[in-house]
């Protein structure tokens, strides 16, 4: 399937497809903490719905990736937890642990090789 976005060159494509991850990334986690936000801590249903309109235009994200779904959610699983770890030392103020941070670059490092190796 082609992609959606122009193709120039192998950093082109690079910068293309991990930005649509982050993208993914920070909707899903984002979406998913309005909804945590609503039922956890009792905000608005308001809060909870903009939460799932949020994670069902996260479900649309991945779909603009120049690859198959596999390999897409495997990548994408591995730029989610980085981000998770981010997203808790900026939001949550929890500073990661030495294990959190190794375990984020292991599958950040799996992400790469899963996505952008030559095949």
């Known amino acids: 399937m ?3 976005l122009p193709v120039n060159s192998n950093l082109t494509s690079i910068v293309s497809t991990f930005g649509l991850f982050l993208v993914a990334a920070v909707a899903e986690i984002g979406g998913g903490y309005l909804v945590w936000q609503w039922l956890r801590e ?3 249903i ?3 719905f903009v939460g799932g309109i949020i994670l069902f235009v ?3 994200i991945p ?3 120049p690859s198959n779904f596999g390999r897409v959610y495997a990548a994408y699983g591995g730029i989610f937890v980085a981000v998770t770890i981010v997203w808790g030392l900026i939001v949550d103020k929890k500073r990661p642990n030495r294990f959190e941070i ?3 670059f292991i599958v950040l490092l799996g992400a790469v090789i899963i996505f952008y190796t030559p095949r």
């Open 2 to 4: 082609e992609s959606i």
């Open 42 to 44: 009792r905000k608005k």
């Open 46 to 48: 308001t809060i909870g």
């Open 63 to 65: 779909t603009l990736q």
């Open 102 to 104: 190794i375990g984020g």
């Open 58 to 60: 996260y479900g649309i």
